[in-house]
């Protein structure tokens, strides 16, 4: 301040300027501590057939969007097809047979029988009438002998009987095959159709639709090469899969919990992007190997992520540098 009187006020007047706008440029270039650094994150799905084949035709290209349902990529499925229909032939087989088994011998047949029914019916009536004719004759002396009555009750007997088995036989052949092999049958069928069904599920695995709308990141087979089992094909990147991961600082991860707003600055872009805090990671970060003490405590970082909206998170790139503030609760 002595130093300051000798001057002229002119002089005095030039340095206190100075002065001000160098604490001016120093304000300025102050950091802001509540704007952190951060970068986008991208989950991808990797859509693959669990089955190998030729890449017979690929329906999308890297960078283009697609919707739910979209067909993406197809595979040769020509012995997945012919599995297919020898799994629906054998079905209509078993089928044929349990119905069948669950029928009665054809009509023809069961009318045979009947007409073999009326002639011994015919027969046992007439064997009827001569038992008892012959059974008539045994009380005049000398009508008949022994042998004759006994051969008529032998006769009517044996029509009896004969009525008896055709009738049951009958019966039967309406009834149809035994209740275990009807279902076995049955069982024969249920067998079938599961079939069916896994080689209609193996048909339609050569078709790849897309599961969730989003953007096609990359495709890593051209048509006409082999696929193999399980490898992916097309590499998908849905909206509400992008999120921003940033860096807290040990003093501040205390005040963020999940839900907390978020605002995203990306270079070149006006308006900020909203989000809230999806994760906080449990276990502390840091870059140079510390002991846990009071001055060492700002080094500790904890992992942070924020999810958006689809529509907002469509303007986000993975691995974009963004700067992350954090609000108060939604």
């Known amino acids: 301040m002595n130093a300051l009187r000798g001057m002229s006020p002119r002089v005095t007047s030039r340095l206190a300027g100075a002065l001000s706008l160098l604490c001016l440029l120093v304000s300025c270039s102050k950091p802001d501590r509540d704007r952190l650094q951060g970068y986008v994150e991208g989950e991808f799905v990797y859509i693959a057939s669990p089955f190998a084949g030729a890449l017979e035709s690929l329906h999308v290209q890297r960078g283009s969007q697609v919707k739910s349902g979209d067909l993406l990529f197809r595979l040769d499925s020509t ?3 012919s599995v297919r229909d020898e799994a629906e032939r054998r079905l209509a087989q078993a089928r044929a047979t349990w119905e069948d088994v669950k029928k009665g ?20 009536r007439l064997s009827a009438s001569e038992f008892t004719r012959q059974e008539g004759l045994m009380g005049v ?3 008949t002998v022994e042998i004759d009555f006994d051969r008529a009750r032998s006769t009517r007997d044996q029509t009896r009987q004969r009525v008896a088995e055709l009738e049951a036989e009958l019966r039967t052949a309406q009834l149809g095959s ?14 079938r159709e599961a079939a069916l069904a896994k080689a209609d599920w193996e048909s339609t695995q050569k078709r790849q639709q897309a599961p969730t709308a989003g ?17 992916p094909v097309v590499v998908l990147l849905p909206p509400q899969n992008i999120k921003v991961r940033t860096f807290v600082p040990e003093t501040l991860v205390g005040t963020i919990h999940a839900g907390h707003a978020v605002r995203v600055s990306v270079d070149s872009v006006r308006e ?12 502390a970060e840091y870059t140079p190997p510390v002991i846990y003490s009071q001055e060492s405590r700002a080094k500790l970082v904890f992992m942070v992520e924020a999810v958006f909206a689809p529509d907002v998170a469509a303007g986000l790139h993975p691995g974009q540098p963004v700067d992350v503030q954090f609000g108060s609760d939604r």
Do not use: H, N
């Not at 035994?178 to 067998?191: C, H, L, P, W, Y």
């Not at 953007?215 to 490898?231: I, Q, S």
């Not at 900020?272 to 276990?283: D, L």
């Open 79 to 81: 012995s997945e097809k």
């Open 105 to 124: 011998k054809r009509p023809s047949e069961i009318e045979a029988i009947r007409a073999q029914l009326k002639q011994v019916r015919a027969a046992s």
């Open 141 to 143: 002396p000398g009508a």
């Open 178 to 191: 035994r209740s275990d092999q009807v279902m076995a049958a049955g069982a024969e069928v249920r067998a």
């Open 215 to 231: 953007l096609v990141f990359d495709t890593l087979y051209r048509e006409g090469e082999w696929v193999a089992a399980g490898r």
């Open 272 to 283: 900020p992007f909203i989000g809230t805090v999806s994760y906080i990671s449990p276990k």
